[in-house]
């Protein structure tokens, strides 16, 4: 694929700490974007969403990560130490979340060349984590077809219960947070012109769920995103396929995925005999 003439560019977009009046309180109950948050979120980014993109077979992607304007000097160092690291890592800076949009539209044809027509855009949060396969599967699914859908509805909830320690669920969802969006050039508004619960309507749709392609991260400090505690338990995960290294990889009970499984099929055998 890669020595193909493409007609696309991949476009991967972020937002790390850029604010808006939205972000009131973590599911802890903290201010977001505080120094103890921006601490922990530069510490959860670097040991486990950065090295899943590194850790991409496919790198043919551009990956766009808007920040705050007013970032204090100690953390755009990192911010630029990992730019120097790695190169498809670039750094946006802007005020404000409402100037993300007008700004990815200014930017984005930059990267155009003679051969592109469509751009593919997929929105990543910066506490998540790509399978190595993410941006191939989401190229492989490509048609030149302006508003396409391409759904990678498969993943894995992981909830962090302590420093090494975590659960982990299926996460398979139509329409969820890792939708991408193929758009012509002439008229594009990347992903996040719309709610991602919002593509499931669109005519132009293609899925994949033939095996989890993403991690989405739980933990104390994040601002929306709940467990789904009904979803099936994993026994194991394997964290290379994410970039994730030993010394970053997180122990999962089997045992306690087992009790998990078994409470839910009597639950469910339950609920049966009572519709009856």
Known sequence: MMNEVQDFKHIIITRFNVPTATWEVTR??????SEEWLSDRFSIFQK??????????????????????NTSEKYKEIIYRLQSEFSKFTPVFIREFPEMQPKLLEIIPQYFDENTKY?????IDNDDLLHSDFTD?????YKPTNNLVIDLKSGIQLTKTSDQKAFANIF?????????????????????????VKYRHYPNYSAYDEKPLYIQFIHENNLLNDTFKNNKRLYKINFNDFGVDDKNSFIISKFDALICNA??????????????
């Open 48 to 69: 486990y969403c950065f090295p899943s993109f590194k850790n991409q077979k496919n790198q043919n992607f551009i990956w766009l990560v808007f920040f705050d304007v």
């Open 263 to 276: 409470s839910r099929i009597k639950n469910k055998i339950l609920k049966k005999i009572k519709r009856k």
């Open 172 to 196: 398979n969802l139509t329409s969820g947070p890792f939708v991408s969006l193929v758009e012509d050039i002439k008229d594009f508004g990347t992903v996040i012109k719309e709610n991602h």
């Open 28 to 33: 802890e109950g903290k201010k977001p974007l």
């Open 119 to 123: 751009i593919i855009t997929s929105d």
């Open 137 to 141: 599967t989401v190229q492989k699914k």
